[in-house]
Nanobody
Framework: QVQLAESGGGLVQPGGSLRLSCAVA????????IGWFRQAPGGEREGVAC??????YYSDSVKGRFTISIDADKNTVDLQMNSLKPEDSGVYHC????????????????????????WGNGTLVTVSS
């Protein structure tokens, strides 16, 4: 059974940095897409970063500021977030799925979730002065 657990959220000032970690159990990371999604209060859940088969994808709103990476030794997928803005606030979830597609989820115009059906409980990020 695949299980995901996020950590690393917290309160940070605008311009600051945070590093989120998604601990993954029950699968080998290199063989399954892993995505990071966020949901602001009252907002829709959106994909912000995704990694699959060595390729990374980012939403336009975080491109150049966030970096997704795999730590194979720890079996985690990390999200380094720099130059944080108040609009980056929200609950961040990592997710995966047998039929998950990073390309579809991160690049299609409809902004839908394509195949990500296994989720962690999330970690809260608050960017505020």
């Amino acid at each position: 059974q695949v299980q995901l657990a996020e950590s690393g959220g917290g309160l940070v000032q605008p311009g600051g940095s945070l590093r989120l970690s998604c601990a993954v159990a029950g699968l080998t990371l290199q063989y399954r897409p892993i995505g990071w999604f966020r949901q602001a209060p009252g907002g829709e859940r959106e994909g912000v970063a995704c990694i699959s088969s060595g390729s990374s994808y980012y939403s336009d709103s975080v491109k150049g500021r966030f970096t997704i990476s795999i730590d194979a030794d720890k079996n985690t997928v990390d999200l380094q977030m720099n130059s944080l803005k108040p609009e980056d606030s929200g609950v961040y979830h990592c997710a995966t799925g047998v039929w998950a597609s990073c390309i579809a989820t991160m690049t299609y115009e409809d902004k839908r979730n394509y195949g990500f059906d296994t989720w962690g409980n999330g970690t809260l990020v608050t960017v505020s002065s």
